[in-house]
């Protein structure tokens, strides 16, 4: 790193609180612990030029789970447990919109769909079966006691799908570009230190401090640790985190695009959206689990080929398109849904596990991140 006298003491030198990751839970933790230690020198250290996990990867989705993801969940989760997802999810959506404003964020509520191929007209069947129960349990949690689920008539033209469509009042839209946009400068304001290409390699702990490694050549000292990485959370951590690459495309612009709206199909393992009168479409990795259980960004022909099918086969059968971009983002997922925030080490703590709901919690798993850094 070839780091002068100058540097190393104005940016690494008695650093009360080091945070790995600068995507949403990072800096959510950065500004709550601002909150509680006006004075406090807070540096958040990132490895890429931008937020590299998922926060600035995502498709955006301002949800809470879809129905069948929902009944997926009891599978392994209690009623109450179940339950407790949601309420976090929710409040953590509601968090976000306080925090940054539904402006800075370009939140839409367009509301979401849930889509049925064929070839899943039995999961359809147990969906609708299932709709009034749900409904009753998710009762509580949202404004007026409404319905969150109800049944549509796939008023968008798609193609091969049953045309009952479930439709979540309840779900909107973000722009991740602009959410982390408005973090940063937030963190800015509060004088917050982000430093980028910084990756810890590694950490190690003692009574007295906690010394980190620094793109494998420098090693500092710093008071404690917050591990914010959640898809590279592997790399530093051992506990049930791994990565889960997701690979998303988005089309050009097209003309008189009326879809609009929020769009999940197979049990959530694809989901598309309208942005910019483009369609922004992901998943794909129940395909090939093991190749994307990865934290290296990257696409593969298998995906983007299905991906691709997709759109022309079933959300844009008459309609041309052309690819503008592709990419991938790294989820931290496990055999739970419920993340992990705990101290690890002594002076060091982790906020990962987010399941692929990151915009939804994020913003709270920071807050949680900080409260427990700060209650030793």
Known sequence: MNLSYWERKTWLTEIDFAIIGSGIVGLNCALSLRKEFPKAKIVVFEKGILPSG?????AGFACFGSLSELLEDFKTHSEQEVIQLVKERVDGLQMLKTT??????AHKSLGGYELFTKE???LMEECLDKLPYINGLLKP?????????SVKKDPFGFQNINENLIFNQFEGQIDTGKMMLGLLQKVSE???LVLNSVEVTSITSNEKH????????EKISVKKVCIATNGFAKKLLKEDVTPARAQVLVTKPIKNLKIKGTFHLDKGYYYFRNIDNRILLGGGRNLDFKTEETSELGLTELIQNKLE???????????PFEID???????????????????IQTNIYCGVRLGGMGVAIGSSIGKQLAAITTNK
Do not use: C
């Not at 940054?100 to 964020?105: K, Y």
């Not at 022309?312 to 008459?318: A, G, V």
């Not at 971009?325 to 101290?343: A, D, Y």
């Open 54 to 58: 998922a926060s600035t990867k995502n």
């Open 100 to 105: 940054l404003g539904v402006d800075q964020i």
């Open 120 to 122: 899943n007209t039995l």
């Open 141 to 149: 949690i949202f404004p007026k006691n409404s319905a969150v689920f």
């Open 190 to 192: 509060k004088k917050i």
């Open 210 to 217: 906690v010394e980190m490694e620094l793109n494998k050549t």
């Open 309 to 319: 099918h997709i759109l022309k086969d079933t959300i844009l059968p008459h309609t």
């Open 325 to 343: 971009q592709r990419w991938s983002g790294i989820m931290g997922v496990g055999g739970q849904k419920k993340p992990i925030i705990k101290e």
